[in-house]
Nanobody
Framework: VQVVQSGGGLLQPGESLPVACVVS????????IAWYRQAPEKQRELVSSTDSNTDYADSVKGRFTISRDNARNTAYLQMNSLRPEDTAVYYCKLDRLYWKSYWGQGTQVTVSS
């Protein structure tokens, strides 16, 4: 199983950035997708998930969008109107009840003027 993230980088406040998570070696369609982030010296927090409903952390509602392309085994997190407080390492996670979970390697997103 491989869960490979791409995207990330240094952005200015207000800019947009997509991050992607390409999955191989498992039945992608059967897994729920979630995106987490971890800022320096903070706990990892849930940003968005697609289990029974699509949910977003209050801090990103209206700015971030989670999506998936099952034909390409890829999950996306589109981040708009980025803020300095969005600076973190972003992780995708694949979940299915009673099955093993899988994490991507993490993608650094830095928002600074």
């Amino acid at each position: 199983v491989q869960v490979v993230q791409s995207g990330g980088g240094l952005l200015q406040p207000g800019e947009s950035l997509p991050v992607a998570c390409v999955v191989s070696g498992l039945p992608f369609l059967l897994y729920d997708i979630a995106w987490y982030r971890q800022a320096p010296e903070k706990q990892r927090e849930l940003v968005s998930s697609t289990d029974s409903n699509t949910d977003y952390a209050d801090s990103v509602k209206g700015r971030f969008t989670i999506s998936r392309d099952n034909a390409r085994n890829t999950a996306y997190l589109q981040m708009n109107s980025l803020r300095p407080e969005d600076t973190a390492v972003y992780y995708c996670k694949l979940d299915r009840l009673y099955w093993k979970s899988y994490w991507g390697q993490g993608t650094q997103v830095t928002v600074s003027s």
